[in-house]
């Protein structure tokens, strides 16, 4: 069983920056693709990023590219979502996920985190 356990959301102010991680269980961690996907009150969740397995790929939203990016360590099982130049509509509950059954950009993903608040204020 795979565990997902993001961290690192809060508040801060538009043009401001945050750094999230999703710590993840279990020997399959570096096998699998991760993603992060976020959800706004009243609307669907909607792909932020994906990295592949080895790190060798990545991909982004058009709303966060050049924004955000996101990163993995092997070593640490732990994938990271860093976030710059926040605006008020990034604020959602960013979720950390694993192992897509349907490719990246599809919420159909495996193992999920409970999710982190990350509001951004004006």
């Known amino acids: 069983q795979v565990q997902l356990v993001e961290s690192g959301g809060g508040l801060v102010q538009a043009g401001g920056s945050l750094r999230l991680s999703c710590a993840a269980s279990?020997?399959?961690?570096?096998?699998?693709?991760m993603g992060w996907f976020r959800q706004a009150p009243g609307k669907e969740r909607e792909f932020v990023a994906a990295i592949s397995w080895n790190g060798g790929n990545t991909y982004y939203a058009d709303s966060v590219k050049g924004r955000f990016t996101i990163s993995r360590d092997g070593a640490k099982n732990t994938v990271y979502l860093q976030m710059n130049s926040l605006k008020p509509e990034d604020t959602a509950v960013y979720y950390c996920?694993?192992?897509?059954?349907?490719?990246?950009?599809?919420?159909?993903?495996?193992?999920w985190g409970q999710g982190t608040q990350v509001t951004v204020s004006s």
């Open positions: 996920a694993g192992d897509p059954q349907r490719g990246y950009f599809d919420p159909a993903y495996k193992y």
């Open positions: 279990g020997r399959t961690f570096r096998s699998y693709a």
